[in-house]
């Protein structure tokens, strides 16, 4: 009998779900929600019917049986630091994303709509490899302050993803390898996955790491304690100054790579510095995880909707290729590893959330 798993992966403006059978694509879509659709809702929680009803009639429209589905998927969310894998949906995770007890993001709404659709269908509902995924060695856990410790959030899912991927392409366990990813979309995350657990990574939504399409990355500690005391700007500005507003954004007036490559190529020299700049950031924070992993490496993987662009690849492959063989997955590729995790949940092989 074929496995038909649903997948769900909301986000703030819009809910992206699609339909896989045995591994391959039924159809996808994307479900834009307005900012006025969203304004009567006071939390990210109170949007769980608005969202519920806009994928049942989506679903509708195409004239889906929700009947034929094995398990449904969402999107892991906020939740407590848990190692990677698979997670069956709890009443323990339901309560967490519903009370944003680690934080509010449109993520914790995957849990509660998987649930609730498989709920009324008597079939599992999973999450898998949410941000919050920690994994880190002890020793890169530690700032040289004791007020300060590492946090774990990267982009876990599409990060796992490909290195599974990588592993199995090379006839090898992911738990038998060790490679590093780079993740370059919205944010920037750079992992070391050593014997299948990311042993080390950047914060990559919160200031640490290379600066991103929107981010700021790594910021001169003593200078952002000044501007935070200067008196000139709030609290909730400078936060924006590190994620939303930052990056290349500040620096170049855009979020969007294309546009900065098209500045280049018509001769823009400050867009080509951005540019190279973007690359050697990446480039060393790459190198600074060859290191950690004493050279001992199997393989880089680059990921994200950055990966796509010609220049990227071929300035960090001229960076870091001497260090391991550089294969390139662009895109985020988030519906197919939740479709691929929703198998592996239907092999038995999820955990229980505690």
């Known amino acids: 009998m074929p496995q038909r798993i649903l997948v769900v992966n909301p986000g703030s403006t819009s809910t992206k779900i699609g339909v896989f059978e045995d591994g391959i694509e039924l159809f ?23 969202r519920d009803t806009c994928i049942r009639e989506t679903l509708a429209k195409r004239g889906f049986d929700l009947g034929s589905l094995s398990c449904v998927v969402g999107r892991g969310g906020l939740l407590k630091p848990i190692p990677g894998g698979v997670y ?64 774990s959030i990267f982009h876990a899912l599409n990060q796992k993803a490909v290195a599974r991927r990588w592993a199995s392409e090379h006839a090898r366990r992911y738990e038998d390898v060790r490679i590093i990813v780079a993740h370059m979309g919205g944010g920037i995350s750079v992992g070391l996955h050593s014997l299948g657990r990311v042993v080390d990574v950047n914060n990559a939504l919160n200031g640490e790491g290379p600066f991103s399409p929107e981010r700021a990355g790594t910021l001169p500690s003593g200078a952002l304690t000044k501007l935070c005391f200067s008196g000139t700007y709030t609290e909730k500005e400078v936060m924006k100054m590190i994620n939303g507003q930052g990056g290349i954004v500040s620096l170049a007036g855009t979020n969007d790579m294309r546009v900065l490559e098209a ?62 063989p550089v294969t390139v997955y662009p895109g985020e590729g988030e519906l197919e590893a939740l479709a691929l995790a929703g198998e592996r949940g239907l092999r038995g092989e999820a955990q229980e959330y505690r």
């Open 88 to 151: 069956a949906v709890s009443a323990e995770m339901k309560a967490e994303l519903t009370s944003a007890r680690f934080g509010e993001h449109a993520s914790n709404l995957g849990a509660l709509i998987a649930d609730a659709l498989a709920g009324e269908l008597g079939i599992p509902a999973f999450i898998a490899d949410p941000v919050v995924v920690d994994e880190l060695d002890d020793k890169a856990r530690l700032y040289g302050h004791k007020l300060f410790v590492k946090q």
């Open 28 to 50: 996808t879509d994307s479900i834009s929600h307005s900012a006025e659709e969203l304004a009567p809702f006071s939390t990210i929680a109170s949007q769980f019917g608005f």
């Open 263 to 324: 500045k280049m190529k018509d001769g823009d020299a400050n867009a080509a510095l951005i540019h190279e700049a973007f690359i050697y950031n990446v480039g060393k924070a790459i190198g600074a995880l060859a290191a950690a992993a004493e050279g001992k490496l199997d393989g880089i993987v680059l990921t994200g909707g950055i990966a796509y662009g010609a220049p990227v690849q071929e300035g960090l492959k001229r960076m870091v290729g001497w260090m391991a």
